[in-house]
């Protein structure tokens, strides 16, 4: 993803190997996004399965009938999947972590058995996030390493997200750094152009405009694990290399 592209087209036209995940603090912000990758694929008669806490499948199956889907059809053709994520969690995890095999089976058999009927799938799924919120944080990295092992023997995409301020201290402790290394794509906010615009304000009150322009050219020149929007990426950079200056940026993020 170029710095540039904003994240509707991203999720409108995933790669097959894509792994994309959302930080969100509004379920708004959420339903959008969800409603945006499942309803493009729905619209080019791909499937999509969706395993979601059920206040959130409730929101999306609204959003999608609202943007003139037939959930009820879509659901009874198998093209829409919706699947409880704390039901379909439990069995595969095995004590505190999630078990290879058992996933393997039942993900891996949903999706296989789903590409029978419609070869293009899109998956999105909100367990990784259950474990996280849980404080099992060894799980969900684990959980989503088995999606990437995953999406390396079947195709398809996948997008997940994680309630998460991008703009607190505590998601810049570690939290936002292993979460990008999991994923291919990061989307940390609704508006990228006034996301980055306020990052570099927020850079310039702190160090200057000139230092605060060279903060911007070496953070994009980084290469962050996963591709996000430049703001995003010199909030990352300055927490790694000036975490002292990272905190006042973000004070001054969160004030405005």
Same mark, same amino acid.
């Given at each position: +993803?170029?710095?540039?592209?904003?994240?509707?087209?991203?999720?409108?036209?995933?790669?097959?190997?894509?792994?994309?995940?959302?930080?969100?603090?509004?379920?708004?912000?959420?339903?959008?996004?969800?409603? %945006?990758?499942?309803?493009?694929?729905?619209?080019?008669?791909?499937?999509?399965?969706?395993?979601?806490?059920?206040? !959130?499948?409730?929101?999306?199956?609204?959003?999608?009938?609202?943007?003139?889907?037939?959930?009820?059809?879509?659901?009874? @053709?198998?093209?829409?999947?919706?699947?409880?994520?704390?039901?379909?969690?439990?069995?595969? +995890?095995?004590?505190?972590?999630?078990?290879?095999?058992?996933?393997?089976?039942?993900?891996?058999?949903?999706?296989?058995?789903? @590409?029978?009927?419609?070869?293009?799938?899109?998956?999105?799924?909100?367990?990784?996030?259950?474990?996280? !919120?849980?404080?099992?944080?060894?799980? %969900?990295?684990?959980?989503?390493?088995?999606?990437?092992?995953?999406?390396?023997?079947?195709?398809?995409?996948?997008?997940?997200?994680?309630?998460?301020?991008?703009? $607190?201290?505590?998601?810049?402790?570690?939290?936002?750094?292993?979460?990008?290394?999991?994923?291919? !794509?990061?989307?940390?906010?609704?508006?990228?152009?006034?996301?980055?615009?306020?990052?570099?304000?927020?850079?310039? %009150?702190?160090?200057?405009?000139?230092?605060?322009?060279?903060?911007?050219?070496?953070?994009?020149?980084?290469?962050?694990? $996963?591709? +996000?929007?430049?703001?995003?990426?010199?909030?990352?950079?300055?927490?790694?290399? +000036?975490?002292?200056?990272?905190?006042?940026?973000?004070?001054?993020?969160?004030?405005?």
């Amino acid at each position: +993803m170029k710095t540039g592209e904003e994240w509707q087209d991203l999720l409108s036209v995933p790669g097959t190997e894509d792994h994309i995940v959302q930080v969100y603090t509004e379920p708004a912000f959420l339903v959008e996004g969800v409603a %945006a990758y499942v309803g493009t694929g729905l619209k080019q008669n791909e499937a999509a399965i969706i395993i979601a806490r059920p206040e !959130h499948r409730a929101l999306f199956e609204a959003e999608l009938e609202r943007r003139g889907f037939d959930v009820a059809s879509l659901i009874a @053709r198998g093209q829409l999947r919706l699947l409880d994520a704390a039901v379909t969690l439990a069995q595969f +995890m095995r004590g505190n972590l999630p078990d290879w095999a058992a996933f393997h089976k039942l993900i891996g058999g949903v999706i296989a058995e789903t @590409r029978l009927q419609y070869p293009t799938v899109r998956a999105y799924g909100e367990m990784v996030d259950i474990l996280w !919120h849980e404080e099992k944080r060894d799980a %969900a990295i684990k959980l989503e390493e088995f999606w990437n092992d995953l999406i390396s023997l079947q195709t398809f995409s996948l997008f997940c997200a994680y309630r998460m301020d991008n703009f $607190a201290s505590e998601s810049y402790a570690g939290p936002l750094q292993c979460i990008c290394k999991v994923h291919s !794509h990061l989307i940390p906010a609704r508006d990228y152009a006034a996301f980055n615009k306020s990052v570099i304000e927020a850079s310039q %009150a702190v160090l200057g405009a000139p230092l605060a322009n060279v903060l911007k050219t070496i953070s994009t020149q980084a290469a962050p694990s $996963a591709q +996000m929007p430049e703001g995003q990426a010199a909030l990352l950079w300055l927490r790694e290399k +000036m975490p002292c200056t990272a905190e006042k940026v973000l004070d001054k993020l969160r004030a405005a």
